[in-house]
Nanobody, 117 residues
Framework: QVQLVESGGGLVQAGGSLRLSCAAS????????MGWYRQAPGKQRELVAA???????NYRDSVKGRFTISRDNAKNTVYLQMNSLKPEDTAVYYCNADVVGTVDGYWGQGTRVTVSS
């Protein structure tokens, strides 16, 4: 079992920045990769960024150059630094831990990000 707790969401004006945090606990050794997903109202959940245990990262095209995913292994925490935010980034952001033996890993409770124009 892996527990994930997100924080850092909020309301920000377009062009602003936010940093999301996801603290992991439990069977951390079983985590292959960590990712941030988001779900806007009426839309499907989509992958925003991911980072492997080796530090490799990938991003969806719409956030490349604006968002940065990173991890602090000592704190078992993954971050998503979001700069130059746009209204279309408004969504509930979820942290995910990809764990061997599970279908879609473990999920945090979500943190809401609202970008006003």
């Amino acid at each position: 079992q892996v527990q994930l707790v997100e924080s850092g969401g909020g309301l920000v004006q377009a062009g602003g920045s936010l940093r999301l945090s996801c603290a992991a606990s439990g069977s951390i050794f079983s985590i292959n990769a960590m990712g941030w997903y988001r779900q806007a109202p009426g839309k499907q959940r989509e992958l925003v960024a991911a980072i492997t245990s080796g530090g490799s990262t990938n991003y969806r095209d719409s956030v490349k150059g604006r968002f940065t995913i990173s991890r602090d292994n000592a704190k078992n925490t993954v971050y998503l630094q979001m700069n130059s935010l746009k209204p279309e980034d408004t969504a509930v952001y979820y942290c995910n831990a990809d764990v061997v033996g599970t279908v879609d890993g473990y999920w945090g409770q979500g943190t809401r990000v609202t970008v006003s124009s």
